[in-house]
C-alpha cells in the first residue's frame, strides 16, 4: 500500500483527540483557531463524544479541515447524537473499534 496515499497512512504524524464540546458561541472557530495555535506543523483530528457536533454546524466543518491536516469522527458517536451523514462535512468517518488501529499509525497522540 502507498503509504502517501492518504496522510493518515504515514507515521510520523500528530494525531490530536478531542471529545468534549468548548461551551462557548462559534465554538467550530474556536476550535480551529485551537487547533492552529497548539501546533507548528500540521496535525490530524479526531472528533469524539459531544466534539462530533462541530461537524454539523453550518460551515464549521470546512474551517476545522482547513485548520488540520485530516479530520476524523467516530461514526457510532455521530449516529448516536442524531447527526445524519450528509450534515457532517469535510470529516471522515471511523469506526469506534477501528481507532486503535488509527492511534498506532501516529508517533504522538494529544488528547483534551
Known amino acids: ?11 510520523g504524524r500528530v494525531l490530536q483527540i478531542l471529545d468534549g464540546a468548548l461551551g462557548a458561541t462559534g465554538e467550530g472557530d474556536a476550535l480551529a483557531a485551537l487547533v492552529r495555535k497548539r501546533t507548528d506543523g500540521p496535525i490530524d483530528l479526531l472528533l469524539r ?8 454546524e453550518p460551515g464549521s466543518a470546512d474551517r476545522l479541515r482547513q485548520a ?9 458517536e455521530a449516529a448516536a447524537r442524531g447527526i445524519p451523514r450528509e450534515r457532517l462535512g469535510a470529516g471522515e468517518p471511523i469506526a469506534q473499534d477501528a481507532i486503535p488501529q488509527l492511534l498506532g499509525r501516529y508517533e504522538q497522540v494529544w488528547h483534551f
Open 49 to 56: 463524544g459531544d466534539a462530533v457536533r462541530y461537524l454539523a
Open 1 to 11: 500500500m502507498d503509504e502517501t496515499a492518504h496522510p493518515s497512512k504515514r507515521r
Open 68 to 76: 488540520v491536516a485530516a479530520l476524523f469522527y467516530v461514526a457510532e
